[in-house]
């Protein structure tokens, strides 16, 4: 029901409404996944990190992190991890450390080149 330009009220067909439009948010920033490979990496807990640790480092890193979706784009991006083996479980499989492949790709994306890798020209 709409007011019309007389003050009376107009019902119209919700079928013949135009179509909402739906609003696709743009990804601002890092995704959960790198969050959640840096925090482990910057908390360097021999026996790997727990998920609290992870999710106090990010929130405290990253304050713009959405807080109410956060445990299912950590699941997300934790099994994402595990299975390319960029992360592997600690001490308990309730923690987490970098594999040696996450290592190096870690390295790799952050600008590290072995001594004897050919430059790209």
């Known amino acids: 029901t709409k007011t019309d330009d007389s003050g009376s009220q107009v019902s119209i067909d919700p079928a013949l409404a135009p179509p909402k439009k739906r609003v696709i948010s743009k990804q601002k920033g890092k995704t959960t996944l790198v969050k959640v490979i840096e925090a482990v990496d910057s908390l360097r ?34 099994k994402t991890a595990i299975q390319e083996g960029i992360l592997e479980c600690g001490i308990t499989n309730v923690r987490l450390k970098i594999s040696a492949e996450g290592r190096q790709e870690l390295r790799y ?10 430059v790209d020209d």
Do not use: C, L
């Open 109 to 118: 994306a952050n600008g590290y080149r072995a001594p004897d890798t050919p």
């Open 45 to 78: 807990d021999r026996k790997g990190a727990t998920h609290p640790a992870i999710a106090k480092w990010v929130f405290e890193s990253y304050p713009d992190t959405n807080k109410e979706r956060w445990n299912y784009a950590f699941k997300a991006a934790v």
